[in-house]
């Protein structure tokens, strides 16, 4: 059984930065992209940004190019997200997932293994 967990969200002001960590089980980490995605209240779930299994390829939303930056440590099956110069247009619940067959599509990655969301409130 495939186990998603996120951590690290949290109450910051704007300006302020926080990292967001997500720990897996249960599929073979090291050969999946992992990507992480956000809800805003009242809006639907937007992509973040993504990353493959090596590293070698990541991708980023528009909204957080050059303030967020996604990596991942293979050999603890974990996967992050450094946000920095938060704004409060990016609070929300964030996601993490992990690809696979039948799920939701973010540039060209089908992700369906999914957590159960880190509450981030960036206050102004």
């Known amino acids: 059984q495939v186990q998603v967990v996120e951590s690290g969200g949290g109450l910051i002001q704007t300006g302020g930065s926080l990292r967001l960590s997500c720990t897996t089980s249960?599929?073979?980490?090291?050969?999946?992209?992992m990507g992480w995605f956000r809800q805003a209240p009242g809006k639907e779930r937007e992509g973040v940004s993504w990353?493959?299994?090596?590293?070698?390829?990541?991708y980023y939303a528009d909204s957080v190019k050059g303030r967020c930056t996604i990596s991942r440590d293979n050999a603890k099956n974990t996967v992050y997200l450094q946000m920095n110069s938060l704004k409060p247009e990016d609070t929300g619940m964030y996601y993490c997932?992990?690809?696979?067959?039948?799920?939701?599509?973010?540039?060209?990655?089908?992700?369906?293994?999914w957590g159960q969301g880190t509450q981030v409130n960036v206050s102004s």
């Open positions: 997932a992990a690809a696979g067959v039948g799920g939701t599509f973010f540039n060209g990655v089908q992700f369906n293994y």
């Open positions: 249960g599929l073979p980490f090291d050969r999946t992209t």
């Open positions: 990353i493959n299994s090596n590293s070698r390829l990541t």
